[in-house]
């Protein structure tokens, strides 16, 4: 493994003035242009080999980490700004230096990788929204006696872990329902701690005793006579505390917990009913009765639980549903065909990752916390490194037997059905914390006061108006406006208006133009179906939009409301009061969210309406180019069918067999909505 640095490697081959590495005086701030060629320059000695990179800003942070096959090539696509994620841009922006590491292969890359976003957190990857540690099952493995534990702690080697929990009470349940199962110490019992010093004086060590020590006696002889802990009572511990078990025996008794926490409860269900048939022989009625209810307890568990499968599926589903800023991420861990448990989280920074990155990164940051590995993970889409991905998690898997874990994009079935499940359960998480962080409000205010500030305004634009133009060719031409009011949608205020000038051809500027005349208008302003005068009005269409309505508004005389064109291609803002050029709102940012939403929301309006207007003027006039169908058959024909949606999808022989036309019409008829239905069909794959 080679590591380098991209600021001590320009230092070690001489004065930057010399060889061109950097800025001849270093107290002269770079310009952007400088400080790309230069990064550009020393990327040139970067290997083509795998590896992981790490950008960082000019105090030396790490802002992001990413790994790639070919390194030199990866990082290029950087500062030439190849990579199509919306967060490039402003990442390029920051980075000042970088750092790489080359390693073997893909595999070692993908574990560097996951390593070093845990030590550095960077600002452009994608991570948990609360980055709090969460709840564990801990069995103590380093004691003589193990315990079983609720815990946040860190791993410790001496101890294994189940988990994680996202919900704190359903750890703490089943802690409570494996004890009921399978009498073990708990670690905050007094007693318990009290034995383990004791013990410990003694010279006793849990891995002496499993590597068969034969100088010390079973721990249980040196406990024996005293007073047992409540818990021993009650039948929840097996009364090591007082000698009451045998060494052997409680480390069976743990091996059949840690089974019962991993999910095997068919085998283990089998175990105890061989217990409970062999106490019965022995005629010990009393031990087989205690075996017997802690199989109820497990048959009632199962009860509970959702069988999703007849197969003994072994998988975890994993469900994403993600906005413009954040993601909810829902995990099923299935067992033995049934929901063993499920885990919900939320991801930060969704919209500046894209929604292979977002994935990849989760799956590293859950897989490297959890302690229960299945033999499938099942997602709606595989990422790129899906086979280092699976080499990772077979390797944490560690079968005795030599099993594999698979990643599975299903396309049917059940495992489908399965996704599609998470997916929903994901989207209500995600809404579940909205509500409970007041979320929505929050990135409203903040996107109301990032445009007051990025486009100039004298206040908060509390009433936005956005307008769109949708046309045929000129044809059916329209134009919606829809109103968002404190930063939401105002649907009463919604208005759809019709182009009247006639048009030969598609002409936005001119249809943009009657639109703003006939919406500002001094009796529209004055009518309070229209509402008030807006804070912001939004074009769609950038600057050809921006120019027909500020011509519009000088013949009107209308200077007081600000207008703004925005470009569909790189979500630039062209403002009148401003010569240096667009306004970019930042990637990911509040206002850049709002002003998205705005705009889909005013194409939304303006499509829907053409449709259905360039709907109803087609289904008219089909019927007029058929030869010998007047009013009278028409309306004979409209009422057999009922509407023109039943008369498009009639067959001839359903035209023919309603005998309201002559055989020779329905022929015409048929062959016309066939054409009209094609070029429909047509129309509306393309748009």
């Known amino acids: 493994m080679e590591t380098n640095d991209s600021e001590d490697k320009a230092a070690l081959d001489g004065p930057p003035a010399q060889d061109g590495d950097g800025p001849a005086d270093a107290t002269v701030p770079e310009t952007q242009e400088e400080k790309l060629a230069r990064i550009k320059r020393e990327l040139a000695r970067v290997p083509i080999e795998p590896g992981v990179y790490l950008w960082k800003d000019a105090e030396g942070q790490v802002i992001y980490v990413g790994k790639a096959k070919q390194l030199r090539a990866r990082m290029r696509q950087y500062v030439n700004f190849q990579d199509s994620r919306a967060k490039i841009p402003l990442l390029v922006e920051r980075i000042h230096s970088f750092e790489y590491i080359v390693v073997e292969n893909e595999h070692e890359s993908l574990v560097l990788e996951k390593n070093l976003i845990n030590q550095h957190s960077p600002f452009y990857n994608a991570d948990f929204k609360d980055d709090k540690s969460y709840p564990f099952i801990c069995i103590t493995k380093g004691d003589v006696y193990p315990a079983i534990k609720y815990t946040r702690e860190k791993h410790r080697r001496d101890s294994r872990y189940f988990g994680p929990f996202t919900d704190a009470r359903a750890a703490r349940k089943l802690i ?107 005629l010990d009625f009393e031990r087989a009765a205690r075996v017997k209810a802690r199989m109820e307890v497990i048959d009632s568990q199962n009860d509970r639980q959702h069988a999703v499968s007849s197969k003994n599926l072994d998988a975890d589903v994993i469900g994403i549903f993600r906005e413009e800023t954040v993601a909810g991420v829902h995990v099923f861990q299935i067992r033995e065909g049934r929901i063993l448990n499920s885990n919900e989280f939320v991801l930060n920074r969704g919209s500046d990752v894209p929604d292979e990155d977002l994935l990849r990164n989760f799956l590293m940051r ?60 994901a989207r209500h998480t995600l809404m579940r914390y909205k509500v409970r962080t007041n979320y929505d409000d929050k990135r409203i205010n903040d996107a109301l006061a990032q ?39 105002d649907k009463n205020q919604y208005r759809r208006f019709k182009i009247r000038a006639q048009l030969d051809e598609a002409n936005d500027f001119l249809s943009m133009q009657e639109v703003m005349s006939r919406r500002y208008a001094p009796e529209r302003m004055a009518d309070e179906r229209f509402g008030s005068k807006p804070d912001l009005i939004i074009l769609d269409g950038g600057k050809p939009q921006l120019t027909a309505a500020l011509a ?79 009013p009278v058959r028409k309306k004979a024909l409209m009422k057999h069918f009922k509407s023109m949606r039943a008369l498009r999808q009639a067959s001839l022989q359903d035209l023919l067999d309603a005998k309201v036309i002559p055989a020779e019409v329905a022929r015409d008829l048929h062959a016309v909505i066939a054409q009209y239905n094609e070029q429909r069909n047509a129309e509306e794959g393309s748009s």
């Open 366 to 425: 859950y897989y490297d916390a959890a302690t229960s590995v299945p033999h499938e993970v099942v997602l709606r889409t595989l990422p790129g490194d899906a086979e280092a991905m699976e080499e990772w998690l077979t390797e944490k898997l560690a079968s005795v037997h030599g099993a594999k874990v698979r990643l599975v994009e299903p396309q049917r079935g059940e495992r489908s059905e399965l996704v599609d499940m998470a997916e929903r359960n």
């Open 176 to 282: 409570d329902i494996a004890r009921r199962i399978v009498p073990i110490c708990a670690a905050s019992c007094a007693e318990w701690r009290s034995m383990n010093r004791k013990l410990e004086k003694m010279g006793y060590a849990a891995k002496d005793l499993r590597a068969g020590r034969g100088d010390l006696p079973d721990p249980s002889t040196a406990l024996a006579g005293r007073p047992a802990c409540f818990d021993a009572h009650v039948g929840l511990g097996p009364g090591a505390c007082a000698g009451k078990i045998t060494f052997e025996a409680y480390a069976k008794n743990v091996e059949r917990i840690c089974r019962f926490l991993s999910g095997n409860r068919r085998e283990f269900l089998d175990e105890l009913a061989d217990e409970m048939a062999e106490a019965a022989e022995a």
């Open 552 to 630: 519009m508004f000088d013949e009107m005389g209308i200077h007081d409301i600000p207008v703004v064109g925005l470009a569909k291609r790189d979500e630039e803002l062209f403002v009148p009061w401003q010569d240096t050029g667009p306004v970019v709102l930042p990637g990911g940012s509040a206002s850049l969210y709002l002003v998205k939403q705005v705009r889909d929301e005013a194409h939304r309006f303006a499509i829907t309406f053409h449709r259905e207007l360039r709907g109803k003027g087609m289904a008219a006039s089909i019927l007029d180019e058929v030869p010998g169908l007047g």
């Open 451 to 489: 445009l007051e500030s990025a486009l100039a305004l004298d206040r908060p634009p509390m009433r936005i108006e956005c307008f769109d133009i949708s046309t045929l060719h000129g044809a059916y031409t329209v134009a919606s406006m829809v109103v968002f009011t404190g930063g939401k949608p």
